[in-house]
Structure formats: structure tokens, C-alpha cells
Nanobody, 128 residues
Framework: QVQLEESGGGLVQAGDSLRLSCQFF????????VGWFRQAPGKEREFVAA????????DSADSMKGRLVISRDNAKNTVTLQMNSLKPDDTAVYYC?????????????????????WGQGTHVIVSS
């Protein structure tokens, strides 16, 4: 069984930075791609960023390009999302999710349906 635990959320001011972490509990973390999604109040959940199983390939939403860095440490079973120059529009619950890559299927990081397990989320509030 896989469990994910997000941490690092909080209340920050516009322009600040925040580092979110996703801790993976289970086996063969290195065979999973990891994605971050967010859901703002009254809005649908949307893709933020993702990293493939090896860390050699990443993707991010256009709204976040240039403002975030996603990385992973397969030895520690963690993925980190560094977000900079935060805006009030970044206020949301941020979720991490994992997508099994062991079957060799094409990586589609934006597609929520590709992800097998989800965390409970961490709240990010950016004040103006």
C-alpha cells in the first residue's frame, strides 16, 4: 500500500517563497512519477508540476513556469516543490500524487486519471 504525505504549506505574503514536500510511504518509489496538483476554493483541481521516475524529466503548468523547481530524492522517497514569487492566485490546497511507471506506459503528467495514489493535501495561502 502506498501513502503520500504533503508538508510545507502555510500562510505567506505575495512575493514570498515556499517549499512543499511529498513524502512517499511504500515500496519502489523510484518507479513512480510524481505530480503536484492544486485546487483553489470554488475551482477545479489543476496540474502544477510533475517529475518522472528518474528525475530526468519535468513539466510544469504555464502559470508556474519560471517560478518553481521540482526535484526528487529517490533515496529519501521525497519530492520537493520549490515555489517562488508567490501570488494570491496561488492560494490553494496542493496535492501530490504518484503514477506507476513500471509498465512502460507513456508519461502524461497533466492527466489526473494517470495517477494511482494521492495525498491529503497541504494548504497554501498567499496574502496580498
Amino acid at each position: 500500500q502506498v501513502q503520500l504525505e504533503e508538508s510545507g504549506g502555510g500562510l505567506v505574503q505575495a512575493g514570498d517563497s515556499l517549499r512543499l514536500s511529498c513524502q512517499f510511504f511504500g515500496r519502489t518509489f523510484s518507479m513512480y512519477a510524481v505530480g503536484w496538483f492544486r485546487q483553489a476554493p470554488g475551482k477545479e483541481r489543476e496540474f502544477v508540476a510533475a517529475i518522472n521516475w528518474s528525475g530526468g524529466n519535468t513539466d510544469s503548468a504555464d502559470s508556474m513556469k519560471g517560478r518553481l523547481v521540482i526535484s526528487r530524492d529517490n533515496a529519501k522517497n521525497t519530492v520537493t516543490l520549490q515555489m517562488n514569487s508567490l501570488k494570491p492566485d496561488d492560494t490553494a490546497v496542493y496535492y501530490c500524487a504518484v503514477d506507476w511507471q513500471g509498465d512502460g506506459t507513456t508519461w502524461r503528467p497533466h492527466n489526473e486519471m494517470e495517477y494511482d495514489f494521492w495525498g491529503q493535501g497541504t494548504h497554501v495561502i498567499v496574502s496580498s
